[in-house]
């Protein structure tokens, strides 16, 4: 499979969208549900809001790396959307109210071509591109079962 395939996963939770927001806008609860990001902070003032640029540093076993992160779309209680421009990808969460409860979606396209410098660190240090997009796709359910326990709870 290609590293630039687009991955997605989805949950239903039972908590209203507003609920599955404030979770989801909480970046903590990003943290705490990814099996790569270790934190993402803000660089700007202003919350949260298209073109707020956040800092991230992930982990994948022994191998730690910073990344930037630039709100692109932000339709509150519907979907938020950042890309990190060193691997091209764009994250997006999509909510949708469901059966009483939320449909939380997550995708990730790969919009932009992988920087070159991203490419090379994917391939010594990660696995390569291929391996890690695996990894990543697994990582959206672990992702989003941990936001519906917070949510549910």
Do not use: C
């Not at 997605?8 to 927001?21: G, M, N």
């Not at 609860?29 to 949260?48: C, F, I, K």
């Not at 982990?59 to 509150?76: M, Q």
Request: aromatic share 6%; charged share 25%; net charge neutral.
């Amino acid at each position: 499979m290609s590293a630039d395939r687009e991955l997605t996963a989805s949950v239903q939770i039972a908590a209203p969208v507003e609920k599955v927001w404030a979770v989801l806008t909480d970046f903590r609860n990003l943290v705490d549900a990814s099996p790569e990001l270790l934190t993402m902070r803000p660089m700007l003032r202003g919350g949260l809001r298209v073109g707020q640029q956040y800092v991230g540093v992930n982990k994948r076993g022994w191998v730690y790396w910073p990344t930037t992160n630039v709100i692109v779309d932000l339709k509150p209680k519907r979907s938020i959307a950042w890309d990190t421009p060193l691997s091209g990808a764009r994250w997006i969460f999509e909510l949708s109210e469901e059966d009483g409860g939320t449909q939380l979606t997550q995708r990730r396209p790969v919009p932009k071509r992988l920087h070159p410098l991203g490419r090379a660190f994917a391939a010594t240090l990660l696995g390569g591109s291929e391996g890690h997009a695996d990894e990543l796709e697994q990582a959206l359910g672990t992702t989003l079962t941990h936001l519906k326990a917070v949510a549910e709870a």
